[in-house]
């Protein structure tokens, strides 16, 4: 709905005009729970005559049936849509609406104040020319305002409306209003917010809403509709380096050819010189081309199709660049990254990145450290927990371009994803590339895998066992790798515990450190295949995620997953170790199966019922499997 003006009466086609060449400003409401930033934006929404007829009757009724206020009208309910969040009277999902006044036009995001939903407002963040950070008045700075307030100066959003509500609640205080500017302003030079107003506020009651309060005679700033209606939002992409990430390869018939998408920052012309990330490959553009006809420039914020002088190879997530400022290119770089899902972030874990249009797989290195919000302190961590923020290194499976989140939040600024969920689990910021990355490079070797199992009369491949502690896999395996032995085969047996007295005798039984043991023993196994061997991995390996990173690491037909299939109850009264004992009595922490879960294959290559099969039995048909596949 657009703000009433007379101009709809009279002269639709100026109004709409008028209405076209407003400026557009994105804004932000955070802060802590309870704050008022759903009664704040209800507020403008109804003082701004944004309300029809119908939605008022509504709201009336609502108000009396689960409102907050009485029986009174409670701005609120026009912004928290959710059943839920009516009937907690929070805020649960991220919120937009869309207003205008004569002067602008906006759109606003109301986001959760609670701890447990601080992933959603990183989401409303992301877009946001202004952050609107409430406070209550009686209450005064707290963790969650420092929290937003951080991730605020994190995504990159410079202008503050310091918004302290609930005035009316402390008898418009001058002295509670000076004490919660100062302590905000103390905390905010610390993370580099400098362009801070305040704004002394009853959202309920309207006051320094639209018009100045009577109530606040020792104010004498602006009104909050005065400050959103005149703030000057530099646009930075209009002057940032030429990017276009291709979101599409246009190819309507065999004469056009084109790259389409979203200009991120900078400007371009036909004739200019262009650089593609992160092939490198250059050439000229011909033609800009959009659905009006052809432009003579295209600016940051347009769709447009571009045209080459040359036919060269482009695909969706590559990156069109100037030729003299070129897209940043590597395979690893350090980042900041929100973590926003109940699990933690494991290191070592494979996730998918998604920066831009490219998708690629990435693992996480143990955090450099994480950041305590309340006093800015850097912390040790193994790990990230929901909410919690952390600098990483971050290796992606291949190259892609990118640039500083500081020079472009589109290029750099990327979400994770759970594999095999695709949830997503979390947000990153990119720092810089590591300089290793830019000059290690594969080495061309004249020897190939391919020949060194053809000499050993075999194709290399893995066999993954997995299955509960006492299920027989390491049996079954040294049975198997025996039978081959005999057949004149080259093989190599990965024992878990074996490897634990070496490789990985640093690693303990946590979550995190064992998707550093699986790692690590994938890594291993991938050049042992590549020296043409069998390689045989008998480990627990107890998370879907990591067996699943072990099979990306080799050729499709090379990787088979072996589930021993045990009960529970099976390999506990078998206990060859006594293990299971140990863990029933709270003597081994994280012990899969009893103190720590273990996710079953769902589709294995080899499922060995060991209640009904031998390990001799076992043992053949792998060995089986394996000349049906054309291994042996």
Same mark, same amino acid.
């Given at each position: 709905?657009?703000?009433?003006?007379?101009?709809?009466a $009279?002269?639709?086609?100026?109004?709409?005009?008028?209405?076209?060449?407003?400026?557009?400003?994105?804004?932000?409401?955070?802060?802590?729970?309870?704050?008022?930033?759903?009664?704040?934006?209800?507020?403008?929404?109804?003082?701004?005559?944004?309300?029809?007829?119908?939605?008022?009757a509504?709201?009336?009724?609502?108000?009396?049936?689960?409102?907050?206020?009485?029986?009174e009208?409670d701005f609120?309910?026009?912004?928290?849509?959710?059943?839920?969040?009516?009937?907690?009277?929070?805020?649960?999902?991220?919120?937009?609406?869309?207003?205008?006044t004569?002067?602008?036009?906006?759109?606003v995001?109301?986001?959760?104040?609670?701890?447990?939903?601080t992933?959603?407002?990183?989401?409303?963040?992301?877009?946001?020319?202004?952050?609107?950070?409430?406070?209550?008045?009686?209450?005064?700075?707290?963790?969650?305002?420092?929290?937003?307030?951080?991730?605020?100066?994190?995504?990159?959003?410079?202008?503050?409306?310091?918004?302290?509500n609930?005035?009316?609640?402390?008898?418009?205080?001058?002295?509670?209003?000076?004490?919660?500017?100062?302590?905000?302003t103390?905390?905010?030079?610390?993370?580099?917010?400098?362009d801070?107003?305040a704004?002394?506020?009853s959202?309920?009651?309207?006051?320094?809403?639209?018009?100045?309060?009577?109530?606040?005679?020792?104010?004498?700033?602006?009104?909050?509709?005065?400050?959103?209606?005149?703030?000057?939002?530099?646009?930075?992409?209009?002057?940032?380096?030429?990017?276009?990430?291709?979101?599409w390869?246009?190819?309507?018939?065999?004469d056009?050819?084109?790259?389409?998408?979203?200009?991120?920052?900078?400007?371009?012309?036909?004739?200019?010189a262009?650089?593609v990330?992160?092939?490198?490959?250059?050439?000229?553009?011909?033609?800009?081309?959009?659905?009006?006809?052809?432009?003579?420039?295209?600016?940051a914020?347009?769709?447009? $199709?571009?045209?080459?002088?040359?036919?060269?190879?482009?695909?969706?997530?590559?990156?069109?660049?100037?030729?003299?400022?070129?897209?940043?290119v590597?395979?690893?770089?350090?980042?900041?990254?929100?973590?926003?899902?109940d699990q933690?972030?494991l290191?070592?874990r494979?996730?998918?990145?998604?920066l831009?249009?490219?998708?690629?797989?990435?693992?996480?290195?143990?955090?450099?450290?994480k950041?305590?919000?309340n006093?800015?302190?850097?912390?040790?961590a193994?790990?990230?927990?929901?909410?919690?923020?952390?600098?990483?290194?971050?290796?992606?499976?291949?190259?892609?371009a990118f640039?500083?989140?500081?020079?472009?939040?589109?290029?750099?600024?990327?979400?994770?994803?759970?594999?095999?969920?695709?949830?997503?689990?979390?947000a990153?910021?990119?720092?810089?590339?590591?300089?290793?990355?830019?000059?290690?490079?594969?080495?061309?070797?004249?020897?190939?895998?391919?020949?060194r199992?053809?000499?050993?009369?075999?194709?290399?491949?893995?066999?993954?066992?997995?299955?509960?502690?006492?299920?027989?896999?390491? $049996?079954?395996?040294?049975?198997?790798e025996?039978?081959?032995?005999?057949?004149g085969?080259?093989?190599?047996?990965?024992?878990?515990d074996?490897?634990?007295?070496?490789?990985n005798?640093?690693?303990?039984?946590?979550?995190?450190?064992?998707v550093?043991?699986?790692?690590?023993?994938?890594?291993?196994?991938?050049?042992?295949?590549?020296a043409?061997?069998?390689?045989?991995v008998?480990?627990?390996?107890?998370?879907?995620?990591?067996?699943?990173?072990?099979?990306?690491?080799?050729?499709?037909?090379?990787?088979?997953?072996?589930?021993?299939?045990?009960?529970?109850?099976v390999a506990?009264?078998?206990?060859?170790?006594?293990?299971?004992?140990?863990?029933?009595?709270?003597?081994?922490?994280?012990?899969?199966?009893?103190s720590?879960?273990?996710?079953?294959?769902?589709?294995?290559?080899?499922?060995?019922d060991?209640t009904?099969?031998?390990?001799?039995?076992?043992?053949?048909?792998?060995?089986?499997?394996?000349?049906?596949?054309?291994?042996?």
């Amino acid at each position: 709905m657009a703000h009433v003006s007379d101009l709809i009466a $009279t002269d639709i086609d100026e109004y709409l005009k008028v209405h076209e060449r407003k400026s557009l400003l994105r804004f932000i409401t955070c802060g802590s729970v309870d704050d008022g930033k759903s009664t704040l934006i209800g507020r403008l929404l109804y003082d701004s005559k944004m309300i029809f007829e119908d939605q008022m009757a509504a709201l009336e009724a609502d108000s009396k049936k689960v409102g907050t206020q009485g029986g009174e009208i409670d701005f609120a309910l026009l912004v928290d849509g959710l059943a839920a969040e009516r009937e907690q009277g929070i805020t649960i999902d991220v919120a937009y609406r869309f207003f205008s006044t004569e002067r602008r036009k906006f759109i606003v995001a109301d986001t959760p104040g609670h701890e447990q939903y601080t992933r959603n407002m990183v989401t409303g963040a992301s877009t946001a020319d202004v952050a609107v950070i409430l406070i209550d008045a009686r209450k005064g700075v707290l963790t969650q305002t420092r929290r937003h307030s951080y991730l605020v100066s994190l995504i990159g959003i410079r202008k503050v409306i310091l918004a302290i509500n609930k005035m009316d609640l402390v008898d418009y205080d001058h002295a509670t209003f000076d004490r919660i500017l100062g302590d905000y302003t103390a905390f905010a030079a610390q993370i580099g917010l400098s362009d801070i107003t305040a704004i002394p506020l009853s959202a309920l009651k309207g006051d320094n809403m639209l018009e100045p309060s009577p109530a606040t005679p020792w104010y004498h700033g602006p009104t909050l509709m005065g400050y959103l209606e005149t703030v000057e939002v530099a646009d930075a992409t209009r002057g940032a380096p030429f990017r276009l990430p291709v979101q599409w390869v246009n190819r309507p018939n065999l004469d056009f050819r084109g790259f389409s998408g979203v200009i991120t920052g900078g400007e371009i012309r036909p004739g200019d010189a262009i650089r593609v990330a992160p092939s490198g490959k250059t050439s000229t553009v011909t033609r800009i081309v959009t659905q009006g006809g052809d432009l003579d420039v295209a600016v940051a914020g347009q769709s447009v $199709t571009l045209t080459l002088a040359d036919e060269i190879d482009i695909s969706r997530g590559d990156v069109i660049a100037h030729k003299d400022s070129p897209a940043h290119v590597a395979d690893q770089f350090e980042a900041t990254v929100v973590w926003m899902h109940d699990q933690p972030m494991l290191p070592g874990r494979p996730y998918l990145l998604k920066l831009g249009a490219k998708t690629v797989t990435a693992s996480i290195t143990e955090p450099k450290y994480k950041v305590n919000v309340n006093t800015l302190e850097h912390l040790a961590a193994k790990k990230l927990e929901l909410n919690e923020i952390g600098v990483c290194n971050i290796a992606t499976d291949q190259p892609v371009a990118f640039d500083p989140y500081a020079e472009n939040h589109d290029t750099g600024g990327f979400v994770l994803i759970d594999r095999l969920t695709n949830n997503t689990v979390g947000a990153g910021l990119i720092h810089f590339a590591l300089r290793r990355s830019e000059n290690i490079h594969w080495q061309a070797l004249d020897v190939a895998k391919k020949e060194r199992a053809q000499l050993k009369n075999q194709k290399s491949c893995i066999l993954w066992f997995t299955g509960l502690s006492g299920a027989g896999k390491s $049996t079954i395996a040294n049975l198997v790798e025996k039978r081959l032995y005999t057949l004149g085969h080259h093989t190599y047996l990965l024992d878990g515990d074996n490897v634990r007295h070496g490789l990985n005798k640093d690693l303990g039984f946590t979550d995190a450190d064992r998707v550093e043991n699986i790692r690590r023993v994938a890594e291993v196994s991938k050049l042992m295949v590549d020296a043409g061997m069998i390689v045989l991995v008998s480990f627990i390996s107890p998370f879907r995620a990591e067996r699943r990173m072990a099979r990306d690491m080799v050729e499709v037909g090379e990787f088979f997953e072996v589930f021993v299939d045990t009960p529970l109850a099976v390999a506990e009264e078998r206990d060859v170790k006594g293990l299971y004992k140990k863990a029933r009595r709270g003597e081994i922490k994280n012990f899969t199966g009893i103190s720590s879960p273990y996710e079953a294959p769902e589709h294995p290559e080899i499922h060995l019922d060991t209640t009904s099969l031998s390990s001799e039995a076992a043992a053949e048909a792998i060995v089986a499997r394996l000349k049906e596949a054309g291994v042996i």
